[in-house]
Structures are given as structure tokens and as C-alpha cells.
């Protein structure tokens, strides 16, 4: 069956780093669009990085942009989100998501969490 299990999340000081992985199992993963999604408390869900297929073309929320980096190993079927100078706004539930190209619908990771705290 389709898995997506994140790993990585923690708690981590303001100004420091994490790094988010996501791996993919149950279908063609070089095939998917994937994308890391947070939640917050009391938020909605937003989208806070996507990548192509390929790894070429990547998005950011401009709150993320020149801090975060996704990047994909398709042949080890895993996603990345490398997060820097995080700030405790970034304290959320990160999900994994994949979609495949030109549909509405896909599958979501359960979750990480990841707190920027003093």
C-alpha cells in the first residue's frame, strides 16, 4: 500500500537547522510531484515547499524562501526538506505530500513535528 513516513522533526533553537525526510514507498515515486505542508495551531494547512518530478523546479513560500531546500533522490525514493535559520514560526506539523501530475487528489505522510524554541 502507498507510505509516506517523515522523519526528522525535533525541537531546535531559533536560528538552527533541521532536516526533514520523507520516504515513499507503494508507488512510482519518480512519477509523483511531491510537497512538504505544515500546520500550526490553530491554523490551516499551507504549502511551504514543492518539487517536480525531476527535481528541477522547485517552489517555496516566500516566508520560506533563502532558508528552506527540497530536493528528491528518486532512486532512493525519499524527499527532503532542509530547513535553516528556522524561527519559532516555523514551529508546526510538517506533512509530506504526493501528487501526481494534472490530478486534485494524493497521499500524505502522518506528520512530523518540529518546534523552534529558546
Known amino acids: 500500500q502507498v507510505q509516506l513516513v517523515e522523519s526528522g522533526g525535533g525541537l531546535v533553537q531559533p536560528g538552527g537547522s533541521l532536516k526533514l525526510s520523507c520516504a515513499a514507498s507503494?508507488?512510482?515515486?519518480?512519477?509523483?510531484?511531491m510537497r512538504w505542508y505544515r500546520q500550526a495551531p490553530g491554523k490551516e494547512r499551507e504549502l511551504v515547499a514543492s518539487?517536480?518530478?525531476?527535481?528541477?523546479?522547485?517552489d517555496y513560500l516566500d516566508s520560506a524562501k533563502g532558508r528552506f531546500t527540497i530536493s528528491r533522490d528518486n532512486a532512493k525514493k525519499t524527499v527532503y526538506l532542509q530547513m535553516n535559520s528556522l524561527r519559532p514560526e516555523d514551529t508546526a506539523v510538517y506533512y509530506c505530500?504526493?501528487?501526481?501530475?494534472?490530478?486534485?487528489?494524493?497521499?500524505w505522510g502522518q506528520g512530523s513535528q518540529v518546534t523552534v524554541s529558546s
Open positions: 505530500h504526493a501528487r501526481y501530475p494534472g490530478t486534485t487528489t494524493g497521499h
Open positions: 518539487i517536480d518530478t525531476t527535481g528541477r523546479r522547485a
Open positions: 507503494g508507488f512510482i515515486f519518480s512519477n509523483y510531484n
